[in-house]
């Protein structure tokens, strides 16, 4: 049987990157996903992902979403459970960068990116929790949660200052949750990404940050969307047993170095 078989998960962010690689390998393990973002443009470029995820025999809905806006995020929440009976996975995968150091950081582009990487993953784990609550345990689990993370959740980000105080934050969060929410069978953890190359262009891919990961990766190669997914499918499934809080590194042993 496939590994969530049955199952309803919602990606944030799932148009592009790391959210459209989990959500297609979602939906290849029996999930019904439901992409929640603001576009179903992919950056990297590629047609929309549920049209991907269809053609690969999975199913797949996409509801427009900002997640910085709590009335989104409770009609997102209350539409899955109303269609599709109840939340099994969310993957709070939604984020901003700024690309700034401190005092190139304005207001704006810190509430922009707070707004987004942080305030969206609180809103979006309320609104499924307050959902999971009222779920049957199926398995071990009434629900869960997988939050992405990052390397500079725990590290600093050069040069990027919300972005690196925003995963912070969901590093705390995650085991906030899990430790407040585990008594009622909701299960919370995160994935802590390195370098990942996603297609995007920009600042990501700029040869001094290629070669500061390169330098900083002790594997021989940098990230790939489908590495995180995996990471992300493990703690959606039923195989994670007695594992709730934990941040897991998918990032070649950048923290290790």
């Given at each position: 049987?496939?590994?969530?078989?049955?199952?309803?998960?919602?990606?944030?962010?799932?148009?592009?990157g790391i959210g459209r690689a989990i959500?297609?390998?979602f939906a290849a393990e029996g999930a019904v996903v439901v992409i929640a973002d603001v576009t179903?443009?992919?950056?990297?470029?590629?047609?929309?992902?549920c049209e991907v995820i269809e053609s690969e025999g999975g199913?797949?809905?996409?509801?427009?979403?900002?997640?910085?806006?709590?009335?989104?995020?409770?009609?997102?929440?209350?539409?899955?459970?109303a269609r599709f009976?109840?939340?099994?996975?969310?993957?709070?995968?939604?984020?901003?960068?700024?690309?700034?150091?401190?005092?190139?950081?304005?207001?704006?582009?810190?509430?922009?990116?707070?707004?987004?990487s942080l305030k969206g993953a609180y809103l979006c784990a309320r609104a499924a929790v307050r959902r999971m609550l009222v779920q049957p345990i199926t398995g071990e689990a009434r629900g869960r949660i997988v939050n992405i993370a990052?390397?500079?959740?725990?590290?600093?980000?050069?040069?990027?200052?919300?972005?690196?105080?925003?995963?912070?934050?969901?590093?705390?969060?995650?085991?906030?949750?899990?430790?407040?929410?585990?008594?009622?069978?909701?299960?919370?953890?995160?994935?802590?990404?390195?370098?990942?190359?996603?297609?995007?262009?920009?600042?990501?891919?700029e040869p001094r940050w290629i070669e500061y990961s390169h330098q900083r990766t002790p594997m021989p190669r940098l990230g790939r969307p489908d590495d995180v997914a995996r990471a992300a499918l493990f703690l959606a499934s039923d195989e994670a047993t007695f594992i709730t809080g934990h941040n897991l590194m998918v990032d070649g042993g950048w923290m290790a170095a």
């Amino acid at each position: 049987m496939r590994r969530l078989e049955g199952k309803t998960a919602i990606v944030t962010g799932g148009s592009s990157g790391i959210g459209r690689a989990i959500a297609r390998l979602f939906a290849a393990e029996g999930a019904v996903v439901v992409i929640a973002d603001v576009t179903e443009e992919a950056i990297e470029g590629g047609p929309p992902v549920c049209e991907v995820i269809e053609s690969e025999g999975g199913r797949a809905v996409f509801h427009r979403t900002d997640v910085s806006r709590a009335d989104e995020v409770e009609h997102l929440v209350a539409t899955t459970a109303a269609r599709f009976g109840r939340i099994d996975v969310l993957v709070n995968n939604a984020v901003l960068r700024a690309g700034k150091a401190l005092l190139e950081t304005s207001e704006e582009d810190w509430d922009r990116v707070m707004a987004v990487s942080l305030k969206g993953a609180y809103l979006c784990a309320r609104a499924a929790v307050r959902r999971m609550l009222v779920q049957p345990i199926t398995g071990e689990a009434r629900g869960r949660i997988v939050n992405i993370a990052s390397q500079h959740g725990m590290v600093s980000a050069p040069e990027d200052f919300a972005y690196g105080v925003s995963k912070a934050g969901i590093v705390y969060m995650t085991r906030q949750i899990a430790a407040d929410y585990a008594k009622e069978h909701i299960v919370c953890n995160a994935v802590a990404p390195g370098k990942i190359l996603t297609g995007k262009a920009g600042r990501a891919v700029e040869p001094r940050w290629i070669e500061y990961s390169h330098q900083r990766t002790p594997m021989p190669r940098l990230g790939r969307p489908d590495d995180v997914a995996r990471a992300a499918l493990f703690l959606a499934s039923d195989e994670a047993t007695f594992i709730t809080g934990h941040n897991l590194m998918v990032d070649g042993g950048w923290m290790a170095a």
